[in-house]
């Protein structure tokens, strides 16, 4: 009767098994002692009012990415798939794959700083992003050539988006 | 009273206006950038006009088209805000001419706060205490600055005339250090400002950052309605503010009061304005600055004193005489109030994050305000600043007003982006703020976040996400959930409630535009 359900929260992958015995619903999560729950939600994207223990609490949960975003407290928790699933791109916080730079926020490209051909050091700026008044720096994390720009000067990029690709080169 | 005004800003203060407006029975004029089409303001006015695409630049700021749609629309006034165009003197002088009414002060008295070396020499004639300091001093002439500098004291900081946004400022700790500071501020002032003339001014460290709210007539009347305490920053950007101030006596409240009516005679200004002062550890203060227009944090004076600050901006620009106070009894303020800026933002690494904000929830209850832009379906745009909304309460003292904030902050969901909220609840749990032992440099300082880690918080969702996912079945892939059995009575349930329509396991309906 259980549900086995894994998420990468914060980079840590996590294993929540929901369960039912004698028609009480319980959660355990990872190797901690099973917590007894009342629940009911509203959908998703939705509230989920929960019961944990006997104490009350609720969520707002909604899908994002093949995972879920989680709401509690004031606090946006992102909950990529874990498992099988965890190596396609999600929302979990997780690194980049090598010779991918992506966008880690939403906004628009202000400035593009190199050019494909260009070698890069590892750190080394490679465009900069404006969001809400703000400018961030988008370094490369390995040292590389470039090969591809996939944005441009003043266009929008979407959070999660691929924006250069580069080969990396060992040092 | 005017017919009809024309909101000149965006986000929650075009809102804020627009709601006293509403209330009085004045019609609003929207004007709004493409990405701004569906915000809240703009769907609520009378009239809107679009004045092009989403830079500031190309829209809010650009003075012409702002005239021209008020004269479109047969707008009397303009109400500018706060940021943007609010403190342009050329705006306000462009309203004049157009025969507009600038709902604020105007375009000399704007000039004359707004160069810090003028602003200063005019504070010192009406008597307003300024921080110690030296004026007009070349950036060449080391001899007037060494003896000057002794005669302040150290710390010192070494500024820019013409300086501003933090640019040009040095801080000298010794004698021996002025030359170089005076010659790196100098040449930034040079290059930033055209200006090489720079000013000395003694370091007050350990101040507290306290304001005073002034509004005035064109009958010369000046009203000051106590202060505003500021000094949790960020980056010189203020996240928390409330009304009154711990370190404010009554003594001192009338001193600086009378000091920010005296600031606001000298330079004949008008409408709502800001003294800012330094209130250091001994209960001295010093002027800082006038800003020329209605302030983020206006809320929690209103709170206190009771009045509609907005409101009043109206009257006085439409010509009439400042409001009789509408209590008995001196101006003074009743009971706490404390507001938070909620910010898009990550509340770890500070990192603006924006989105579709899938849902909100308000606070309510007693004494609970929430000035937002904030609706179910946002698209929050990437051109302007992070704050999303204000959260303000009221109650009879500081400590009940703290554990109502606490409760509010706890009752406001913000569902699609990253918010400031678990800072704020943090916060309000510090044993230093909740004593009120803060300073300007506190936060940066003495503060630090709880981990992100060991949240107690995500336990909770991560139940929710598992309840989430097993309700979703029969898409076992779905959030990597996997069922090991027939499901449970919970995933049934969550099934049918499914089938009735009443989940829907996507999206609700809306897209995030593909413009812009």
């Given amino acids: 009767m259980a549900t086995r359900h894994r998420f990468l929260v914060g980079g840590r992958e996590r294993i929540v098994v929901l369960d039912e015995v004698d028609g009480v619903l319980t959660a355990t999560i990872d190797d901690n002692a099973p917590i007894a ?9 939705g509230t989920v009012s929960l019961i944990i223990d006997g104490q009350p609490a609720s969520a707002f949960v909604t899908r994002r990415a093949g995972g879920y975003e989680v709401v509690v407290g004031g606090r946006r928790f992102r909950l990529a798939p874990g498992g099988a699933a965890a190596g396609r791109r999600g929302h ?13 926020l939403a906004g628009v490209v202000v400035e593009i700083r190199v050019a494909v051909g260009d070698t890069v050091e590892a750190g080394q700026t490679l465009l900069v992003i404006e969001a809400m008044k703000m400018q961030n720096e988008i370094q490369c994390p390995l040292a590389g050539k470039i090969t591809a720009i996939k944005c441009e000067a003043a266009g929008r990029v979407e959070q999660g988006a691929v924006i250069v690709e580069y080969e990396p080169i060992a040092e | 009273m005017f017919k009809r005004i024309l909101l000149a800003n965006r986000g929650e203060i075009a809102l804020r206006v627009q709601r006293t407006c509403r209330e009085l029975g004045i019609e609003t004029v929207a004007v709004y950038s493409e990405p701004d089409r569906d915000a809240l303001h703009v769907r609520l006015a009378d009239q809107a006009v679009c004045i092009g695409p989403g830079p500031a630049v190309e829209s809010y700021l650009v003075i012409d088209k702002i005239i021209e749609a008020a004269k479109a629309t047969g707008a009397e006034a303009v109400h500018p805000g706060y940021g943007f165009l609010s403190e342009n003197s050329r705006f306000a002088d462009a309203c004049e001419a157009a025969g507009i009414a600038f709902i604020g002060p105007s375009g000399s008295a704007m000039r ?53 946004g933090g640019r040009g400022i040095r801080v000298v700790e010794k004698l021996e250090d002025l030359e170089g500071a005076m010659r790196a501020s100098g040449a ?25 709210q002034i509004m005035a007539d064109s009958f010369g009347e000046v009203r000051a309605y106590g202060e505003r305490e500021c000094s949790v920053q960020r980056r010189h950007q203020k996240l928390v503010e409330e009304a009154p101030s711990v370190a404010v006596t009554p003594e001192i409240r009338k001193a600086m009061c009378d000091a920010a009516v005296a600031a606001a005679k000298s330079c004949g200004y008008r409408n709502a304005g800001t003294v800012e002062f330094l209130l250091d550890a001994n209960g001295e203060f010093y002027f800082l600055e006038v800003n020329a227009r209605l ?19 109206l009257q006085v620009a439409a010509g009439e005489h400042l409001p009789a106070y509408p209590y008995p009894g001196p101006i003074e303020p009743r009971g706490w109030a404390i507001e938070c800026r909620i910010n898009g933002e990550d509340p770890y690494t500070f990192m603006p994050s924006l989105g579709l904000v899938e849902h909100v929830q308000a606070p309510l209850g007693p004494g609970t305000r929430f000035d937002s832009m904030l609706f179910s379906g946002l698209d929050v745009p990437v051109f302007y600043d992070s704050l999303l909304g204000k959260l303000i309460v009221w109650a009879e003292t500081r400590d009940l007003a703290i554990r109502r904030m606490r409760r509010a902050l706890n009752d406001l969901v913000i569902a699609g982006v990253d918010t400031n909220i678990p800072f704020h609840l943090a916060l309000f749990d510090n044993d230093d703020w909740q004593a009120g032992a803060i300073h300007t440099g506190w936060l940066e300082s003495a503060f630090t976040m709880p981990s992100a880690e060991d949240d107690p918080r995500e336990q909770t969702a991560l139940i929710a996400a598992a309840l989430a996912a097993s309700m979703a079945a029969p898409a076992p892939a779905a959030g990597g959930g996997r069922s090991t059995g027939s499901g449970n009575a919970w995933a049934a349930r969550g099934r049918e409630r499914a089938m009735q329509g009443r989940a829907s396991g996507g999206g609700q309906g809306w897209r995030r535009g593909t413009g812009s």
Avoid at chain 2, 295 to 313: A, F, N, R, S
């Fill in chain 1, 37 to 45: 729950l009342a629940a009911s939600a509203t959908g998703v994207p």
């Fill in chain 2, 112 to 164: 004359a706060l707004g160069d810090k070396v003028s602003a200063r020499k005019l504070m010192e004639e009406a008597g307003v205490p300024v921080v110690p300091g030296a004026n007009d001093i070349d950036a060449n002439d080391v001899e007037t600055a060494r003896r000057e500098a002794q005669r302040i004291g150290f710390p010192l900081l070494v500024k820019a005339a013409a300086g501003g």
């Fill in chain 1, 92 to 104: 979990g916080g997780s690194k980049d794959r090598e010779g991918e730079v992506t966008a880690p």
């Fill in chain 2, 295 to 313: 302030q983020v944090e206006h809320p929690v004076t209103e709170l206190v004193y009771g009045v509609d600050l907005v409101k009043q901006q």
């Fill in chain 2, 188 to 212: 930034e002032a040079a290059t930033s400002f055209g200006d090489a003339t720079i000013f000395l001014e003694r370091y007050v460290t350990m101040a507290r950052h306290v304001e005073v």
